[in-house]
């Protein structure tokens, strides 16, 4: 009797646990499908979003007439089917039509098709890759089908939503410089309820964790927030978040384009940026645009992603992180024999030869010089590091 209460008992907690898992499991899918039934029945209709813009960009003139013209490169893979589709109209309801040249979304050989109402969206080209290349060589064949007319590409992430006259600023910036790479103030949509959440662009702007060679957000030191007129005026940006940011497309090409000796994704933000200012260019945060993004789970990221991730940030430290390198690979333990897997980047020293492009010394006194150092700094007196 002992032995069949207790498997009673047993059977009824394991039917308590699938019960509540099944729950859990509903109402997060609920929530995430929550997106899917804002579609409105107008299927070329976006849904209503707060204006993130501050007063002074509303009011401000653009000379949308004389700016250039923009492909916007959108890759995807496994995006969930309505995000997608509100990217892209998104794209195209909240742009100046004439500044919007055309719509190139790039199928990184997802498991299901990119849905049939995308490909009959106006000013729109799917491209699906015949095998998977990843996110870097994808928004590189996306360059490369952009609109014969664009002067600019801008790139975005597939789980987007940009807001009011989110282009106009960027494309100022460009043309007031073509080497100006620039990326808008990216708001939060809620990974589960899709809740659109402005950020005030006048609190952080783009920096790297040397210790970890990650991208992190910095708080903008007081000394370089004065020098800027807020918010009108550009934020110098020591690094881009690497999913949304528009670029010269000359200047994409003749800058190095991106290290394609890289996987999938993973650091490339950091070699970009880096490259940009080291090599004559400047990386700004825009606060008068401003794009929502959605964020998802990186603990969930397939492993080959991660193995990837840590095979760009050797990369990238071999080419342009000069003595700054060793900090990280003492903290991580890298070694020759991890170095050498990252594979052959004498053709990216070849090209920073080539180009005169200035030292990582250089870009830490000059760009970043309020880059937080690893504690492992103090130990090496030998390395050639800007001590401030």
Not at 220 to 229: A, E, H, Q, S, W
Not at 292 to 317: C, E, L, M
Not at 370 to 384: Q, T
Request: aromatic fraction near 12%.
């Amino acid at each position: 009797m002992k032995n069949l209460s207790a498997t009673k008992i047993a059977v009824g907690a394991i039917l308590v646990i699938f019960i509540l898992t099944n729950f859990v499991y509903m109402r997060m899918m609920t929530n995430y499908n929550n997106l899917q039934k804002q579609i409105p029945q107008n299927r070329f209709k976006t849904r209503d979003i707060p204006d993130a813009r501050p007063l002074a960009c509303k009011s401000f003139d653009w000379d949308e007439k004389n700016l250039p013209t923009a492909t916007v490169v959108v890759v995807t893979h496994d995006e969930r089917a309505s995000v997608l589709y509100r990217t892209v109209v998104s794209i195209l309801e909240r742009t100046t039509e004439h500044l919007l040249d055309q719509i190139v979304v790039i199928d990184d050989l997802s498991d299901v098709r990119v849905d049939s109402e995308v490909y009959i969206l106006p000013k729109t080209k799917v491209i699906r890759n015949k095998e998977r290349k990843g996110l870097i060589h994808s928004r590189v064949i996306g360059a490369e089908n952009s609109h014969p007319n664009s002067e600019v590409i801008v790139f975005l992430d597939a789980h987007c939503e940009v807001n009011f006259k989110w282009l106009e600023p960027l494309l100022y910036r460009i043309k007031q410089d073509p080497k100006n790479t620039v990326w808008p103030v990216i708001d939060v949509i809620g990974l589960y309820d899709f809740k659109y959440n402005p950020i005030n662009g006048s609190e952080m702007t783009g920096g790297m964790d040397l210790g970890n060679m990650n991208f992190i957000y910095e708080v903008i030191p007081r000394d370089v927030f004065k020098t800027v007129k807020y918010p009108l005026d550009p934020i110098p940006s020591p690094i881009m978040p690497g999913g949304l940011f528009a670029i010269d497309k000359k200047w994409f090409t003749e800058s190095g384009v991106y290290d394609l000796g890289m996987g999938y994704w993973g650091a490339e933000n950091l070699e970009m940026s880096v490259r940009l200012w080291v090599c004559g260019g400047r990386v700004e945060m825009i606060p008068c645009s401003h794009v929502g993004h959605i964020f998802n789970d990186q603990s969930t990221a397939p492993d080959y992603v991660t193995k990837s991730g840590s095979k760009n940030q050797i990369r990238f430290a071999e080419v342009w992180a000069d003595d700054y390198k060793y900090l990280w690979y003492q903290n991580w333990g890298i070694n020759e024999a991890t170095i050498k897997n990252a594979g052959d980047v004498s053709d990216r020293k070849k090209f920073k030869q080539d180009n005169k492009c200035k030292s990582f010394k250089w870009y830490h006194e000059n760009v970043y010089p309020y880059m937080k150092m690893p504690d492992n700094a103090a130990k090496h007196p030998e390395l050639d590091l800007w001590r401030g």
